[in-house]
């Protein structure tokens, strides 16, 4: 991480929050004793995932970069639909946390640091 800029410490601690949050968002709500055991598999599954990226991020990974693009834009599409099926603001704010890695990785500076250059038509 010597080198790096600050935007990639700004991803890492937000996707630090993503994943302490997959783990503790089933117990958020009461319906957690309702859910079945695939419902906390996904979960874990998912922070499993986002520790995997942080990972990635730290080390500087090209392949953290690109997964960093798709993953989280997966996951504002899944948070924008829960949040319109429940209502919870949780999801809002998750999905504005998820844009924000999505500019911070689209960034020059971020480019640079991954080993990504920009295409030039």
Request: aromatic share 20%.
């Amino acid at each position: 991480m010597v080198g790096s800029p600050r935007l990639v410490y700004v991803i890492v601690v937000i996707q630090a929050i993503f994943t302490a949050s997959d783990l503790v968002s089933p117990f958020l709500s009461g319906a957690f004793l309702n859910y079945e055991i695939g419902d906390f598999l996904m979960a874990y599954f998912m922070a499993i995932l986002d520790f995997i990226l942080l990972v990635g991020f730290l080390r500087g990974s090209k392949w953290a970069w690109f997964f960093g693009l798709i993953y989280n834009g997966f996951n504002i599409l899944n948070h924008s639909l829960a949040f319109f099926g429940t209502q919870y603001l949780s999801y809002v704010i998750l999905v504005l946390m998820r844009i924000t890695v999505l500019f911070c990785l689209r960034s020059s500076s971020v480019r640079r640091y991954f080993g990504v250059t920009k295409v030039s038509r």
